[in-house]
């Protein structure tokens, strides 16, 4: 459990002046992440996108810590070639601190472009923690559908028209994908609940291996709701169990916010104008559909969280 | 008789990618991080073993692809440590949105490259298709006529690399150098590592106690003087060449320039080409001399930066030129050593010698002392007036109905 009044003295990382959106998870999401990280020196590395293009315009600079952005869908690639340099050099006695390496993707440059580089650097072991603020599009070139983008979803590349409502297929599951490397640290959070990210960002970088969290990240302008409604889907998202805050620790799954009531998908879905057309009598099977894969999946969570309490074998 | 040059030198059976990994054990860099591809495999695959048997202190990262590898290559090199990577054809290209990425930060990465075709028809053998699709990505390059310049060109990239801040590539022609064994001279370990000094960069991303940003997101007020300071760069690491060079004859006797001059100063006709086919050309031009024609061959070993000034001296007085690219141009025009050659000569005002383009051994087709006997022939023939000069591009040995 992370402590506020520690934290509120931590060193500020990434200051204002950036360039995101009123609103923005990815501000909230990164701000949480450097105060998490502020015991230890911290690389960073960042995937091209809304938050690299925000925080870097030159010559200005938000961050305080070193950052480095080289392309797109490299990241994880990138930050293992500076933390094998830190390897080298440590070993060779020619640096002496303690240093963690952190990563920030959006969804687009790891559930798509960047899975590879990420799949590679989670294999090989590297000590770094990926950081994916997952918001469900690619924001930075204009609302575009992912592997991120849930059903139903209207985007620009998957709009909903008169014959097609939106995106058709259903996201993929970007934290079972990282967790099947049996990396011993994959997590998922979400904005709304600064204690639930900031001890998992604490717990992976006292890791000694790699680790991911993917990270639920409402866009006000992608998902088109108000700027100060971004805490509140957030947690309607866990609410819902649409986005279950989980971890899986050296193969244990836990589940780390339990709903008080499980809140039927519309409540989340009705918040956003990205799913408006859904609200529409003759997509009500589109919805349905929705609460169906998400109820099949949460079962099939909380018998993995099950068996991690018990210590039974599956 | 093959005799050394250095006095502490050693003489030793090596094919081209075994001194380029013998190399890179001398070198003894920080960070290596590279992927398998034919025919550059074996350099890496020889270096890992030195890492396995603990003769280098590297941190090898056997990556998943080769975008990969040259992503992690320039972020060790901004880090602050010695990077180096190698790979070919296929692997170069996946490359390329990075190599462009290593020259704009200027980062210097230094790469082993072992030229081979491109596809598609895939072909994994030798010619320079690859390394000429990124001859503008602003990485210096360095060809090699044989083993003992892949050796000497690949200690002298690393000086030359972290002086200009460019990263740098050395080439060999797949196969015909890759992998034909020569006897090459080696210097000891601690004369090579005496040589290359110490990588001290002014800025680096673990330097934790004076952070800063790397690799920004540069718009219309910004991109363009940092894209000039990077050709101007390429501009100046004319100097850090040459200076490399000389301290490598002080140091190791044998000479360096950005082009060998063979028996030119007094040719009347001439050939200009790259790599290994620069040995067979030299046997041509002896029998020529013998026979009293004066030939002469210009080979480039710096391709990248590009002499234009030094080139266009050492031919104006041709009275014909033959270009021998390895490598086409789908451009409609002539292939790209070509067109480097010509506008070098018409800047410099040189216009007199007569300028033919021939295309070869693509896909590592054969080029023989019997193919460059028929241009030599050739260029005789247009010196003399007896023959036009081709205004398109010749190609040798290919069936063309």
């Known amino acids: 459990m992370a402590n506020l009044k520690e934290l509120s003295k931590a060193p500020q990382k990434v200051t204002g002046g950036h360039r995101l959106c009123a609103g923005c998870g990815a501000g909230i999401m990164v701000r949480q992440a450097m105060i998490a990280a502020s015991g230890t020196p911290v690389v960073v590395v960042g995937a091209t996108g809304c938050l690299e293009v925000s925080t870097t315009i030159f010559p200005f600079t938000a961050w305080k810590s070193p950052y480095f952005h080289s392309a797109f869908e490299n990241a994880a690639a990138t930050l293992s070639g500076i933390e094998s340099a830190y390897r080298s050099l440590k070993k060779q006695g020619k640096l002496t601190k303690d240093i963690r390496f952190i990563a920030f993707g959006g969804d687009g440059g790891t559930y798509d472009i960047g899975l590879q580089s990420l799949s590679g650097a989670m294999e090989r072991g590297h000590r770094l923690l990926y950081i994916c603020y997952n918001n469900e599009a690619y924001m930075n070139t204009g609302i575009q559908r992912s592997g991120a983008t849930p059903q139903g979803a209207d985007t620009t590349t998957a709009p909903a028209g008169k014959v097609i409502q939106g995106k058709i297929q259903s996201k993929k599951d970007l934290t079972q994908i990282i967790a099947s490397h049996n990396v011993p640290y994959v997590a998922q959070s979400y904005i709304g609940n600064w204690n639930d990210f900031i001890t998992k960002v604490q717990k992976a970088l006292n890791t000694d291996g790699s680790s991911f969290i993917n990270i639920f990240t409402p866009c006000r302008l992608g998902w088109a709701y108000k700027p100060e409604e971004t805490m509140n889907i957030g947690r309607l998202a866990v609410e819902t169990c649409l986005w279950p805050s989980y971890e899986i620790e050296n193969g244990v799954y836990k589940i780390n916010v339990m709903p008080k009531e499980k809140k039927p998908v519309l409540e989340f879905l009705k918040t956003q104008g990205r799913f408006k057309h859904l609200l529409k009598p003759e997509n009500a099977p589109i919805i349905e559909n929705i609460q169906k894969e998400v109820d099949a999946k949460w079962e099939i969570l909380q018998r993995r969280a099950e068996v991690g309490k018990t210590g039974a074998k599956a | ?401």
């Open chain 2, 1 to 401: 008789m093959i005799k050394t040059i250095y006095s502490k030198g050693k003489l030793a059976a090596k094919t081209g990618n075994e001194v380029m990994a013998e190399a890179m054990r001398q070198i003894e860099p920080d960070v290596v991080a590279a992927y398998p591809i034919t025919p550059a495999t074996e350099i890496v695959q020889i270096f890992s073993q030195f890492v396995a048997d603990g003769k280098v202190k590297t941190e090898f990262i056997a990556v998943e692809s080769e975008h990969s590898a040259m992503s992690a290559t320039l972020a060790a090199s901004a880090a602050g440590a010695r990077a180096m990577t190698g790979t070919s054809s296929q692997g170069l290209a996946l490359m390329w949105e990075m190599l462009n990425i290593a020259a704009g930060l200027r980062l210097p990465v230094v790469m082993a490259e072992v030229n081979r075709a491109i596809s598609a028809p895939i072909n994994i053998h030798g010619d320079q298709s690859d390394t000429m699709g990124a001859r503008d990505s602003g990485w210096i390059q360095i060809y090699s006529e044989n083993s003992q310049e892949a050796y000497d060109n690949m200690i002298q990239a690393v000086r030359i690399a972290e002086k200009a801040q460019l990263p740098a590539l050395v080439t060999t022609d797949g196969f015909i150098i890759s992998h034909c064994m020569e006897v090459v001279e080696m210097y000891p370990d601690a004369d090579v590592k005496d040589f290359i000094g110490q990588y001290k960069p002014a800025r680096t991303l673990l330097d934790v106690d004076r952070p800063y940003t790397l690799g920004s997101i540069d718009l219309q007020d910004y991109y363009f003087e940092h894209r000039y300071q990077l050709a101007e760069g390429m501009r100046q690491s004319k100097k850090a060449i040459a200076e490399v060079a000389a301290d490598f004859a002080a140091k190791f006797g044998r000479k360096y320039d950005f082009f060998e001059k063979y028996k030119l100063n007094d040719a009347e006709i001439a050939i200009v080409v790259i790599g290994s086919t620069a040995g067979t050309a030299k046997v041509v031009v002896d029998s020529l001399r013998e026979k009293g024609i004066k030939a002469g061959l210009l080979k480039i070993r710096v391709y990248r930066p590009f002499n234009v000034e030094e080139i266009a001296k050492d031919l104006a007085h041709l009275k014909a030129i033959a270009v021998m690219d390895r490598a086409d141009s789908c451009s409609g025009a002539f292939a790209p050593v070509y067109s480097d050659v010509a506008s070098a000569l018409f800047s410099a005002g040189v216009t007199s010698p007569k300028l033919v383009n021939y295309v070869y051994g693509l896909g590592g087709r054969e080029i023989n002392t019997t193919h460059i006997a028929q241009i030599y022939d050739d260029l005789s023939q247009i010196a003399s007036g007896a023959k036009k000069p081709s205004n398109t591009v010749e190609y040798v040995n290919v069936r063309i109905k």
